[in-house]
């Protein structure tokens, strides 16, 4: 009997409360102003601090999307206030801060780039909260063929369409 009674109890003390678990589970949150977007994943905030998107991996300017990424990226959120959300772990291995980031309005910025098929999703844990949505963005880009995943980008290494003669010869000679 005894030992069920202390069982319980040491169970009580090593669980948290609920309250304290529902505490934990709240994302933690920051508000910020986007200074300067760099390319299509990562950015500067107010006040110096670089960020990445958790969880995208956008393509580099030199390969197809990349432009295109940073583009979009930069007129969505240069000069913006938006929501930065932080999940388990804070740095990415190259000690970049990682952030699921929403606009005022409640747009998922993260989701919105893969949907658009700007990127793919690259979930890693322990930064899993939306994987299940960014998974499910990419897979919708993917199935409509957008972006990265289909022909709406160009690409860089392809070479360049001739250009048309600035002034082209007459259709027969000139006699006089």
């Known amino acids: ?3 069920i009674g202390g069982l319980a109890l040491l169970l009580s003390l090593a669980l948290p409360a609920p309250a304290a678990r529902a505490a934990e589970e709240t994302p933690r949150r920051l508000q910020a102003e986007v200074v300067k977007v760099y390319d299509g ?3 500067l905030i107010r006040p110096g601090l670089r960020g990445t ?37 804070l740095l990415d291995p190259s000690g970049q801060a990682q952030y699921y980031v929403f606009l005022e ?20 844990h322990p930064n899993v909260r939306y994987r299940d949505r960014l998974v499910e963005a990419e897979q919708t880009a993917k199935a409509s063929r957008r972006g990265i995943w289909g022909t709406e980008f160009p690409d860089p290494k392809a070479p360049a369409p001739p250009r ?6 007459p259709p027969f000679p000139y006699r006089r």
Do not use: H, W
């Open 53 to 89: 998107l958790t969880g995208v991996a956008t393509p580099p300017a030199s390969a197809r999307g990349g432009v295109e990424a940073g583009v979009f990226l930069k007129q969505l959120l240069e000069g913006r206030t938006v929501r930065l959300e932080v999940d388990e772990e």
């Open 41 to 43: 994943a990562s950015f």
């Open 1 to 3: 009997m005894k030992s």
């Open 164 to 169: 048309p003669e600035r002034f082209p010869a």
């Open 105 to 124: 309005d409640g747009t998922f910025v993260n989701a919105l780039m893969l949907i658009r098929g700007y990127g793919r999703a690259v979930v890693k």
